[in-house]
């Protein structure tokens, strides 16, 4: 055995290029085997999926535009024997099924609530955005104020209800009206306040307390209050639209928004009260979820229609679409509240203790550190509880209010498009207008829990 | 030291209202004090409005007679029943809807939570569009599209859509044969009962055996055999006691079988399929939550797929699933009062909706009907927090 080494030897000095991977197992025809007939299971279902799509898509698509009936005046466009939908019907009821029986003149004015709405939200919605605080300040406070005057034409007397329970001068000097406002109950309202603070920062000074404090709080409250009646009770020369003739997707939206709106604030204080250590206050807010949460939607509309008005003092009889928003809110409160609960839990204790050793006080350190940690946690949930609320609002047909499912059901009875595909027509658009508010508010919520997750996922 | 020692009575000289023992006392009083002025100002407005309408109070009502029929009753109802038994008839209703409900909605979930997670690209194609278009559209919206558009597009029972000449399809609903149970019925039953309590007893005694020897037992054969072998057996000797009537199309209608309403096919459907698109997703997430490691971690012990499902991931999938699952079977229960929107007799249609209106005691109904469905929540949710605490993980 020798070893011999002669110069004709050749030594590769770089690696031969790869061959390329079989052809069956790349491109199109690799992802198809891969996927659709890896296994006879695989190539069974893989057909009888393909002749599903094949049954259900291309009858809808022939439904919805090829064999759709896009012009005409009436009924008589849409009869016939091989007819799609009547899209002409939904261009008749648009107006209906926006607005309900809004005046037609006055229809402006949820056109501005509408877009004002939009405004609002979307620099809210984007997380880049700046000013997030005054943004919200305006979404949350300013802007049910303006929607409420705008929407029912506000000048309601509110003052002459507050008067009989709280008039003082009014009972001696009667109404100064000066300029559309009633001077004497502003008189009284000021007197009040400063009696009221008066009273509540000595209370507390005598006990010890900082008095000057509790009167400034005091005297806040009354103030933002007396603002809120004051914008109610200016006339705007707006025509006063009583929400009877509210209908369509305005009050869905209007009842979805509220909803959110109000129980945001009433949430987080429930929460707050269902984790706190004082044993009273805690019962008291899981009897008040639990009790919400345990009973379906209806029965709170039930319970708001009829049994509402019996718990109010004889003759105030509240409008029938806000004794729906009572109910709706204290609803979805009881959501909102277990939502902000699991942000709250999420926040570590260290949180907390450094927020004390800092020497801040509760509410500070709620408002300064927890609550904003924990509400960003909670962003997706307050837009899935948003998606729950808006499909809920459907059930306000039931106690006979006209929201958008209901001026739809209401326009089917219209004799002048009855024809065999207008109930087809009429769903089709529904759905699509449900479908893209939820399925747009859904993808939101993904997108921020996306931002939200900074774990690394496999 | 000094120091410290002058300044710690400087502290208790701050007033007490600054403690916050006392502070929390305070507060709690206070709520404490709002809740039953506002509690007692409900009371008593309800006292006054009740006296000035002229209604009486308490549930004595339940005695009078209803006068009004229901279309669809499971015990033996009259217009000259009482409205508590209205009420029982309201209930049984609301319960079939429920169970049917969630029976149909588990395994159309479970089949399309897996079909998400499935390699096969159309079947995970389909079961996403499943998902996004049932869960985005409101459930009163796809009761009423099954109501309206689809049942009532049915055939008239003369042209109905005939299965096998035993079920039959129309727009007054779906007949299906009525079970007739003769002589010897019971035996039958009693034989049902003791296949169950046996199979039990022995799935029971093979696990024990499997702690002890290391040997499994074919426990799912074995009891199918029970189930099914000694019901056979019975009917065998009995001599075959229940048979079907057969619907019959006899003028204008069906004579024979039982025919089960639209309106109940309609909420049961939509309440499935909707529900099922919430229960696919907590399948989907409950298998992903189960870490990758643990399906290498079984194979590399040698365990087969099929094994390596069965005894590692669906054990642990099905303890993150389990809970989110009752609480949809919660929500379709809760959802079954949407058959007030099209006419369908449950408790709210039938107790809070025609009884109240006749009788106008708001209340005493509304609070019933509330009642009702709290202890249904309530029941459900003490079930689920003791299963919590059997299957949640033991830290050590």
């Known amino acids: 055995m020798s070893l011999t080494f002669d110069d004709g030897t050749f030594i590769r000095t770089d690696l031969v290029a790869p061959l390329p991977p079989p052809r069956r197992q790349i491109g199109v025809v690799g992802w198809v085997r891969e996927n659709l007939f890896s296994s006879v299971l695989n190539t069974v279902l893989t057909i009888c999926g393909i002749l599903l799509v094949a049954w259900v898509v291309p009858p809808f698509v022939r439904f919805m535009i090829i064999d759709a009936v896009w012009t005409g005046e009436n009924r008589e466009a849409c009869l016939g024997p091989d007819v799609g939908a009547c899209w002409p019907f939904i261009h008749a009821k648009f107006g209906q099924l926006i607005y309900g029986f809004y005046p037609i003149d006055q229809r402006w004015r949820p056109d501005i609530v509408f877009a004002a709405g939009i405004l609002l939200m979307v620099p809210l919605l984007v997380p880049s955005w700046p000013f997030k605080r005054l943004n919200s300040l305006l979404f949350f406070v300013l802007y049910p104020v303006v929607s409420f005057v705008l929407l029912t034409g506000g000048n309601i007397d509110a003052s002459a209800f507050l008067f009989e329970h709280f008039g003082l001068i009014h009972a001696l000097v009667g109404d100064v009206t000066v300029a559309g406002v009633n001077a004497t109950f502003w008189v009284d309202y000021v007197l009040t306040a400063v009696a009221v603070a008066a009273l509540v920062g000595g209370l507390l000074a005598l006990l010890g307390g900082s008095g000057t404090g509790a009167a400034r709080t005091t005297l806040w409250v009354f103030l933002a209050f007396g603002a809120l009646v004051l914008v109610w009770d200016i006339d705007f020369g707006l025509e006063y639209v009583e929400t009877r003739q509210w209908g369509g997707l305005l009050v869905t939206l209007v009842i979805a928004v509220t909803g959110i709106v109000a129980s945001l604030p009433l949430g987080i204080l429930l929460a707050l009260g269902r984790r706190s250590q004082m044993p009273i206050v805690r019962l008291l807010s899981v009897v008040f979820i639990e009790f919400w949460r345990g009973v379906p939607l209806i029965t709170v509309l039930f319970f708001a229609t009829y049994m509402l008005p019996l718990f109010l003092p004889q003759g105030t009889n509240p409008d029938a679409l806000l004794r729906a928003l009572v109910g709706v809110a204290l609803f979805s409160a009881a959501y909102m509240a277990e939502v902000v609960r699991g942000g709250l839990q999420a926040i570590s204790k260290g949180q907390y203790e450094g927020a004390m050793a800092m020497g801040l006080s509760w509410s500070q350190m709620m408002r300064l550190i927890i609550l904003p940690q924990a509400l960003t946690l909670v962003i997706p949930g307050i837009v899935n509880s948003f998606i729950s609320l808006f499909k809920d609002t459907t059930l306000v047909l039931i106690v006979s209010i006209f929201d958008f499912l209901g001026q739809l059901r209401a326009s089917f009875t219209d004799p002048n498009w009855a024809s065999p595909v207008t109930l087809y027509t009429g769903f089709a658009f529904a759905g699509l207008v449900y479908f893209l508010f939820c399925f747009g508010m859904s993808r939101y919520s993904l997108f921020v829990e996306r931002r939200l997750n900074t774990s690394h996922r496999r | ?396």
């Open chain 2, 1 to 396: 030291m000094t120091d410290l020692v002058e300044h710690a009575p400087a502290r208790a000289k701050s007033s007490f209202i600054n403690d916050p023992k006392v502070r929390s006392i305070g507060l709690q009083i206070i709520a404490l004090i709002v809740v039953v002025v506002l509690g007692w100002m409900f009371a008593d407005n309800a006292r006054e409005n009740l006296a000035a309408q002229k209604i009486a109070t308490g549930f004595g009502f339940l005695d009078n007679t209803a006068g009004f029929g229901i279309n669809q009753t499971l015990i033996p109802y009259s217009e000259t029943s009482t409205y508590g038994r209205a009420f029982v008839v309201g209930l049984l209703n609301t319960i079939l809807v429920a169970v049917v409900g969630i029976i149909l909605a588990t395994v159309i979930g479970f089949l399309v939570g897996i079909g998400r997670l499935s390699k096969n690209f159309v079947v995970r194609l389909i079961s996403t569009i499943y998902v996004e278009v049932l869960r985005n559209l409101p459930p009163l919206f796809q009761i009423l599209f099954w109501y309206l558009a689809v049942l009532s597009a049915m055939p008239n029972p003369r042209q109905s859509i005939n299965l096998l000449d035993e079920v039959f399809i129309s727009n007054r609903g779906i007949i299906i044969p009525r079970p007739l149970f003769g002589e010897g019925t019971g035996l039958v039953l009693w034989a049902m009962g003791l296949a169950l309590i046996c199979a039990i007893l022995f799935g029971h005694w093979a696990a024990a055996r499997q702690e002890e020897t290391g040997r499994r037992l074919p426990v799912l054969w074995v009891n199918l055999s029970l189930l099914i072998g000694l019901p056979m057996i019975a009917m065998i000797i009995t001599g075959f006691p229940i048979t079907f009537e057969r619907p019959e199309l006899k003028g204008f209608n069906f004579v024979g079988g039982i025919r089960v309403i639209p309106e109940f096919v309609a909420l049961t459907v939509a309440l499935a399929t909707y529900t099922a698109a919430f229960i696919a997703e907590n399948v989907r997430s409950g298998i992903q939550a189960v870490s990758h490691g643990q399906t290498e971690a079984a194979h590399s012990l040698g365990l087969r797929n099929g094994q390596t499902l069965r005894l590692v991931i669906i054990p642990q999938a099905m303890r993150v699933i389990i809970p989110p699952l009752t609480s949809q079977y919660l929500n379709l229960t809760k959802n079954s009062s949407l058959a007030v929107g099209i006419g369908y007799p449950d408790l709210v249609a039938v107790f809070a909706g025609t009884t109240l209106n006749q009788t106008g005691q708001a209340i005493e109904i509304i609070a019933i009907t509330m009642g009702v469905y709290l202890v249904l929540s309530i029941i459900t949710s003490v079930i689920m927090n003791s299963y919590n605490k059997r299957v949640a993980l033991v830290e050590r």
